[in-house]
């Protein structure tokens, strides 16, 4: 089954441009944890929207160069 707004999955929040994109890494019932640029917070997903192409473009560069500059899955 297809969770909505599921691990992987690139966000924002609906509310506030604060947090900047998101990659969410793991669900926990309605609630979803968010790797955001400047830190990872659990967030409900009916304040979570889905990432626009540019806010995607600008989470996955973000990603990458720290996968290349320090290694691991983030």
Same mark, same amino acid.
């Given at each position: 089954m297809h969770t909505p707004l599921g691990p992987g999955a690139f966000v924002a929040h609906t509310g506030t441009d604060?947090? +900047?994109? +998101?990659k969410v890494i793991s669900v926990d019932g309605a609630h979803r944890r968010v790797r955001f640029t400047r830190f990872v917070a659990t967030i409900h997903a009916n304040d979570l929207r889905a990432a626009s192409p540019v806010e995607?473009?600008?989470?996955?560069?973000?990603?990458r160069a720290r996968r290349q500059r320090y290694g691991g899955d983030w």
């Open positions: 604060v947090y +900047g994109p +998101g995607t473009r600008e989470i996955q560069a973000w990603l």
